[in-house]
């Protein structure tokens, strides 16, 4: 069993940066893939970026390629979502996740609000 609680959502102007941070419980954090999703009003919940556990290879949607960077510390049990350049659009309760593979998650977060204004 694994237990995610996130941080750092906020409000924030277009083009400007925020960083989201997950705090896992477990002893075998670095056993997780460990990814972000996020869901915006009246949409469906979709993936925006993975890292697995021990190579710390990321893969990203493309929406958000180049502006977000995951990433994540062992020794810690944390993993971030840095975003740059947010835009409305990046509006959203963000979530952070853990499981086999980056897609299709066992373990959700709580979620914490992000909200781009223009």
């Known amino acids: 069993q694994v237990q995610l609680v996130e941080s750092g959502g906020g409000l924030v102007q277009a083009g400007g940066s925020l960083t989201l941070s997950c705090a896992a419980s477990?002893?075998?954090?670095?056993?997780?893939?460990m990814a972000w999703f996020r869901q915006a009003p009246g949409k469906e919940r979709e993936f925006v970026a993975y890292?697995?556990?021990?190579?710390?290879?990321?893969n990203y949607a493309d929406s958000v390629k180049g502006r977000f960077t995951i990433s994540r510390d062992n020794s810690k049990n944390t993993v971030s979502l840095q975003m740059n350049s947010l835009k409305p659009e990046d509006t959203a309760v963000y979530y952070c996740?853990?499981?086999?593979?980056?897609?299709?998650?066992?373990?959700w977060g709580q979620g914490t609000q992000v909200t781009v204004s223009s």
């Open positions: 477990g002893r075998t954090f670095s056993s997780y893939v």
């Open positions: 890292i697995t556990g021990r190579n710390y290879n990321t």
């Open positions: 996740t853990a499981g086999k593979n980056g897609y299709n998650p066992d373990y």
